[in-house]
C-alpha cells in the first residue's frame, strides 16, 4: 500500500491542479453543451476518490471541504476580471461529481468488504 504521507501529497497536488484550473486567466469561454459540465464533474470525482483514499475515515469532512472549495471557486471566478466567470451549474456538476465519488466509493468499499484503517494505518 502507498503510504498515507503521500496519498495526501496527491490529494494536494490534484486540488492545487484544479484550482489553477479553475482560476487561472482565460481568454477561452466555455464550450457549448455539456462537456464543460462533465469536465467539472470529472475533476471533483477525482478528487472526491483520491481524497477517500488519503482520508479514509473522513469522508463527511472530505464531501464538505470540496463543496465548499467547489462553490467558493465559482464565487471567485465571478469576482475576478481574468476571462472566468462564476456559473452556479458549474458548482453543481461539481456536487454531482463529489456525490458520485462517494457512491463509488462506498460501493467498493462494501464489494470488497474493506472498512477504513485508522487515521495512522
Known amino acids: 500500500m502507498i503510504p498515507r504521507p503521500l496519498r495526501i501529497a496527491l ?13 487561472a486567466p482565460s481568454s477561452i469561454p466555455p464550450g457549448p453543451g455539456l462537456w464543460d459540465k462533465a469536465q467539472h464533474a470529472a475533476a471533483y470525482f477525482g478528487l472526491t476518490v483520491i481524497g477517500a483514499w488519503a482520508f479514509p475515515r473522513r469522508l463527511t469532512a472530505l464531501a ?20 472566468r466567470q462564476g456559473d ?7 456536487t454531482a461529481g463529489i456525490a458520485a465519488g462517494l457512491i463509488l466509493t462506498l460501493a467498493a468499499r462494501r464489494l470488497i468488504g474493506d472498512r477504513p484503517r485508522a487515521e495512522g494505518e
Open 88 to 94: 452556479p451549474a458549474d458548482a453543481l456538476a461539481n
Open 64 to 83: 464538505a471541504s470540496l463543496f465548499a472549495a467547489g462553490v467558493g471557486i465559482e464565487i471567485l471566478q465571478s469576482m475576478m476580471n481574468l476571462g
Open 11 to 23: 490529494l494536494l497536488l490534484a486540488g492545487l491542479t484544479v484550482l489553477w484550473g479553475s482560476l
